[in-house]
């Protein structure tokens, strides 16, 4: 139960899944669009966790960097700095605490919300910890953020492959480390799609209308890549063996 007795429960088969998943997993990696809950799942996961003692803390990061944004170039000072980029995740934790007990918790570091960078150095035990939008986070980062977990640690990272907000042409951590870790036993992928959007109802055609352009430039990129390979290949086939001789040789 979240805030004023209201039930807190999974809305789609895969928010479902997710639960399921995250009860025998230590390290779950939730991928989807924007609007499936990955995020609030898994708050309500990391809090029914602490409600329910099997953890002392929780722990929510995210990479501050979005948009291009970063936070040296930023006015005010740290609060003011990385709160806009966490503000999904007070959210989250003001619809399922009274405020009162919210506050109690996060003035005495029950539950802490900071940049992912500031998880550098730390080891994160007996804790929930929860790290959202991954798919901003480079390779290092998120290997630097794995090796923080303590032995009695869980931890879900959620994220979305189509956007990625990295600077330049800076590759995500997330996919790297899906890939990589997949297999790992204890470790498990859940992937929400459109089908558990939970927004507006015209969110989830949004998406899709999205995905369809995002598409047809891909399926553009790898044509004009497979035209310029085949315009290598036949000048190669094209060129004479020969050389002309230089001034002064026979």
Same mark, same amino acid.
């Given at each position: 139960f979240g805030r004023e007795g209201k039930p807190i429960k999974a809305k789609t088969r895969n928010q479902k899944r997710m639960v399921e998943v995250c009860e025998v997993n230590d390290i779950v990696f939730a991928l989807g669009p924007a609007g499936t809950g990955k995020t609030y799942t898994a708050v309500a996961i990391a809090v029914r966790a602490l409600k329910n003692k099997l953890v002392k803390k929780i722990v929510l990061t995210r990479p501050a960097v979005e948009a291009g944004e970063n936070?040296?170039?930023?006015?005010?000072d740290l609060k003011e700095k990385v709160d806009p980029y966490l503000r999904p995740l007070y959210d989250a934790l003001d619809d399922m605490l009274p405020m009162e007990k919210l506050n109690f918790f996060m003035e005495n570091r029950v539950i802490e919300i900071a940049p992912l960078a500031f998880m550098r150095g730390r080891t994160l035990d007996n804790a929930y910890i929860i790290l959202d939008e991954a798919q901003n986070a480079s390779p290092l980062q998120l290997k630097m953020f794995l090796t923080r977990l303590g032995p009695s640690a869980k931890c879900i990272i959620t994220g979305d492959l189509s956007q990625?907000?990295?600077?330049?042409?800076?590759?995500?951590?997330?996919?790297?480390?899906?890939?990589?870790? &997949?297999?790992?036993?204890?470790?498990?992928?859940?992937? @929400?799609?459109?089908?558990?959007v939970v927004r507006h109802r015209l969110v989830k055609e949004i998406i899709k209308a999205y995905e369809q352009? &995002?598409? &047809?430039?891909?399926?553009?990129?790898?044509?004009?890549? +497979?035209?310029?390979? +085949?315009?290598?290949?036949? @000048?190669? &086939?094209?060129?004479?063996?020969?050389?002309?001789?230089?001034?002064?040789?026979?």
């Open positions: 936070l040296g170039f930023l006015p005010g990625i907000d990295l600077p330049g042409h800076q590759k995500s951590g997330l996919r790297q480390a899906v890939e990589k870790l &997949e297999d790992v036993d204890g470790i498990a992928v859940i992937n @929400l799609t459109t089908e558990d352009i &995002e598409a &047809e430039e891909r399926a553009r990129k790898e044509r004009k890549k +497979a035209e310029q390979n +085949a315009d290598k290949e036949e @000048l190669i &086939e094209t060129k004479p063996d020969w050389q002309p001789a230089k001034p002064g040789q026979s």
